[in-house]
Structures are given as structure tokens and as C-alpha cells.
């Protein structure tokens, strides 16, 4: 193993370069939060795809493989779809709007009575994201080092708190690229085709597995249709993919820049059900289905590919936790901090190396407080469960209608906030935190609130309208708005 050490540590110690020398270019609020809008396709798509396959996504989409076969793609086959949805029809538009949070959308588009209450439930859902990804290290470093689950944790966690404080968005993009090459190469490339030779090809598989491994809807409608409503709505309105979108150099680069990485999502989503089904043929009495990725890599791979793979591995999580503690810290600082405080001076230029202070301070507050979160809590799939729920039953209506129909009020969105997050947390009082009931249900009352109370109440003030026309058509910037000011010439990516 002393090959896969050495592996490990040289990328993470890479990891921790990486964090230095972005903090190097992190010189504005712009640069810290949004990487200066400056991504090009290739970074972009690179960027995007590295943010949304994380631990669940590898760990428990090989995992899903060895319970359910093929089918149990469907799980991030879903992540890409939202994601392609989200480029497709919605990116450029939010990539014209040049503001740093979901709530400061909301802002716009209503007339800024929306952002406090959204805030709060994009600060729980992102952070309850960040404390899962931050779970997920115990299980590798288990296999990497031995350690114990405390130290694992505090050791990863650490990890990506140092790098994403230091250089905020563009420490976390430099790094997301690595990662993204990183689980390119050892997943797709080296273990794909290493564990379906190991398992005897897809005939042996055939023949030594069950009929349903190989049916793609083997994992059932009704799992099909939660994996639908929690992560293909929660890819849209999600601050942590929204602030990858924000990064984007232009409407093109959004648009196009994210479909090839909603695409590679969809690969990356069959790679994973096909290393699983492999498990399930070579280790078929595993304790939990979870197990399947870290006993194929160390039992089946050659040393070297092995710490590569399990770098993979890391790189996976380590790619959605500091996306996610990075959407954690400026939904706290900027939607919820400082508009407590009453001093909310969107684009101050004057202030911009102090918000680069403040907005780095949060950071490291936020990373600490998920690093401790995650060691006392032994299991937060239902707590994310909880967010997601909350995320897509009190948030999709009010976004996604401020999008798309004109006649949507500010009391209309306050009104299905309140109403689709109190439905989603009844109802999963009543049937249970993994149920289909509290999205199912809670999104049409959501829906149904919005409407009525938008049509019974006074419309948008035309002002606001117009703003908010002009905005998404990349028109009526703020004039003190960071992302005026001269910036160097884009590099080619």
C-alpha cells in the first residue's frame, strides 16, 4: 500500500497548492465568490460535473449497483437530467442576472421581500450537504489509513476548509478541475473495465445474476419517481449549483458548457450500476451495499491504480463539500448575516477586499461548524432527506414561476415558501422522512398557493418588472457592481 500512500498524499497535498495559489487571484468579492464570471466552456463543464457527482453520487451509485443492478443508475441518471434541464432552459438567463445568491434572485424579481426566509432554507440544505460529503471521508480514510472515524473526518473536513478559505471559488474551481480528471481516470477508465473483467465479462454477469439486475426499471417506479422530485427539481434551484452557473464567462458557456456536463452525468451514472452489478458477481454476501466500491478497489485493483481509484474516490467528495460549504457560507453571510444586521450594500465596490475578509471568515465558521456537525451525527441521509424536501417544497414554486410567468407576486412566493415547506415537514411527520408523500404532495399545494395568492393580490410593481426584464437580458447591471469593473483579458481554457 505504500504506492497508494504516496498516491493519496501527493494529491492532497496538490489539494492544498491549489488553495494558495487561488487565493492568489481571489481579489474581489467577484473573484472570491464567482471566480470573477470568467469560467470558459472547458473549466466550466469541468467545474459543473465535479460539483454534482460526489460521494452519493460514486459511493452510493456503485453501492445502488450492487442492490438493484443497472437500475440503480437511476439515482444520478437524475442528477444529470436536472442538470441538463438547468442548462437547457434556465442557465443563461441566470448567468445574466450577475448576483451571487438564489435569494438575491428572488429579491429581483419580487422586490426584495423574498430573500430572508428562502435564505434560511438554502443555509439547511447546504449545509446539511456539506456535513454528508464530510461523512463520506470516514469511509475512505477507513480504507486509506485505518483511522478512526473522528480523525477521518476532521482530516478531510480540514482539508477542504484550508483550500476553500484561502481562495474561495477560485481555490474550489482549480481543484474541482483536478477532481474531475482525477474521477474521469480511475472510475470510467481503470475501474469500469477492471471490474467488469474481474466479474467475467457481461455474459458471466448474466448468467450468475437474477433477471431484474439487467431490467432498467428493475429499482422500481416508485423510487424512480423520489429520485425525480428530490434531485432533478433540487439540480435547479440548488444555491450550490446556481453558484457554479454564476461563474459562467457567458450565456453560451452556461448553456452548452453545462449540457456536456449533464451528459457526462448520465455516463458517469451507468459506469457506476455496472461497477456495482460487478461487485454484486465477485463479493456477493456483503454486509451493506455501501461497502461494494471500497471492497472491489482493495481487493481487485493492481497497487497504484488503487490509490488512484480511491483518490477518485476522494476527489468525488471533496468536490461536492467544498461546493457545498462554499454555497453554505455566502447563503449565510449574505442572505441571512447581513440582512439581519440591516447593512445589505449589494455591490459596494469600496468594500470589496473587506467582503473578501468577511466572506472568507465565513467560510472557515461554516467549515468548522460542519466538521463538528459531522462528527456528532452517525447518520444524515434523513436530515438531507429533510432539506431536500424543504429545498424543492418551499423553493421551486416561487423560483420557477418568478422565471416563467409574469403575474407571480412577492406575497404569492412567501406564501408557497411557507406553505409547501410546512406541507413537506407534515408530511413527512405523517408518512415517514423517506416517503414520496411530503415532494408529491407538497409541491401542488405549493403550486396551487402561489397562484392564488399572486391572482388576489396586487401585481408586481411594473418598476420591479422592468428591472428585473432588463437584468435578464444582461441590460441593467448596477453600475458600482464588481463585475463592471475592468478585468484582465480572459485566459483561453
Known amino acids: ?28 468579492k467577484s473573484d472570491f465568490l464567482v471566480a470573477g464570471r470568467r469560467l470558459g466552456p472547458a473549466m466550466y463543464s469541468g467545474t459543473m460535473a465535479a460539483i454534482v457527482l460526489g460521494g452519493a ?6 453501492g445502488l449497483g450492487y442492490k438493484h443492478g443497472i437500475s440503480g443508475a437511476w439515482m444520478v441518471l437524475t442528477i444529470g437530467l436536472g442538470l441538463l434541464a438547468l442548462s437547457v432552459f434556465f442557465s443563461a438567463r441566470i448567468a445574466r442576472l450577475k448576483v451571487y445568491t438564489v435569494s438575491e434572485m428572488l429579491d429581483l424579481r419580487y422586490g426584495g421581500k423574498a430573500g430572508i426566509i428562502s435564505g434560511i432554507v438554502m443555509w439547511a440544505y447546504t449545509l446539511m450537504l456539506a456535513v454528508t460529503s464530510t461523512i463520506a471521508y470516514a469511509t475512505i480514510f477507513d480504507v486509506l489509513f485505518d483511522v478512526n472515524r473522528t480523525l477521518a473526518i476532521v482530516l478531510g473536513g480540514s482539508i477542504v476548509v484550508a483550500y476553500s478559505t484561502l481562495g474561495g471559488m477560485w481555490s474550489i474551481t482549480l481543484t474541482d478541475m483536478v477532481q474531475f480528471v482525477v474521477k474521469t481516470i480511475g472510475v470510467l477508465l481503470l475501474l469500469l473495465p477492471i471490474a467488469v ?17 439487467f431490467d ?14 428530490i434531485y432533478t427539481f433540487g439540480m435547479l434551484i440548488g444555491q450550490d449549483i446556481w453558484q457554479r452557473v454564476f461563474t459562467a464567462r457567458g450565456d453560451s458557456t452556461a448553456k452548452w458548457g453545462g ?37 472491489i478497489v482493495k481487493h481487485e485493483l493492481p497497487v497504484g491504480v488503487r490509490g488512484l481509484v480511491l483518490a477518485a474516490a476522494l476527489a468525488a467528495v471533496m468536490s461536492t463539500s467544498s461546493g457545498a460549504l462554499i454555497a453554505c457560507a455566502t447563503v449565510a453571510n449574505n442572505d441571512i448575516w447581513s440582512r439581519l444586521r440591516g447593512v445589505v450594500r449589494p455591490g459596494a465596490a469600496d468594500g470589496d477586499h473587506d467582503e473578501v475578509r468577511g466572506n472568507r471568515a465565513f467560510i472557515l465558521a461554516m467549515g468548522l461548524a460542519v466538521i463538528a456537525t459531522a462528527i456528532a451525527l452517525n447518520d444524515v441521509v434523513e436530515a438531507l432527506t429533510v432539506a431536500y424536501n424543504l429545498l424543492v417544497g418551499g423553493l421551486l414554486v416561487p423560483i420557477l414561476g418568478g422565471l416563467l410567468w409574469r403575474r407571480g407576486t412577492a406575497q404569492g412566493a412567501l406564501a408557497a415558501v411557507v406553505v409547501g415547506g410546512l406541507a413537506a415537514l407534515g408530511l413527512m411527520a405523517g ?20 397562484v392564488a395568492v399572486s391572482l388576489a393580490t396586487p401585481p408586481t410593481d411594473p418598476a420591479v418588472l422592468a428591472a428585473w426584464r432588463d437584468r435578464l437580458a444582461g441590460r441593467d447591471v448596477p453600475p458600482s ?8 483579458a480572459p485566459t483561453r481554457q
Open 1 to 28: 500500500m505504500a504506492v497508494d500512500y504516496l498516491v493519496i498524499v501527493v494529491y492532497l497535498a496538490g489539494m492544498l497548492a491549489m488553495g494558495w495559489w487561488g487565493m492568489r487571484r481571489a481579489r474581489s
Open 57 to 62: 453520487s460514486t459511493i452510493g451509485g456503485v
Open 197 to 213: 473483467v474481474k466479474a467475467g465479462g457481461f455474459g458471466a454477469m448474466r448468467d450468475q445474476l437474477p433477471a431484474s439486475y
Open 216 to 229: 432498467p426499471l428493475g429499482i422500481g417506479g416508485e423510487a424512480i419517481f423520489t429520485y425525480v422530485m
Open 259 to 295: 449540457t456536456v456536463a449533464g451528459t457526462y452525468c448520465l455516463a458517469y451514472a451507468v459506469a457506476g450500476a455496472v461497477i456495482g452489478t460487478a461487485a454484486k458477481v465477485l463479493y456477493p454476501n456483503l454486509a451493506s451495499a455501501d461497502d461494494a466500491f471500497a471492497t
Open 431 to 450: 408518512y415517514g422522512i423517506l416517503a414520496t408523500e411530503p415532494v408529491a404532495y407538497g409541491l401542488p399545494a405549493a403550486l396551487v398557493v402561489y
Open 481 to 488: 457592481a464588481p463585475d463592471t469593473a475592468p478585468e484582465p
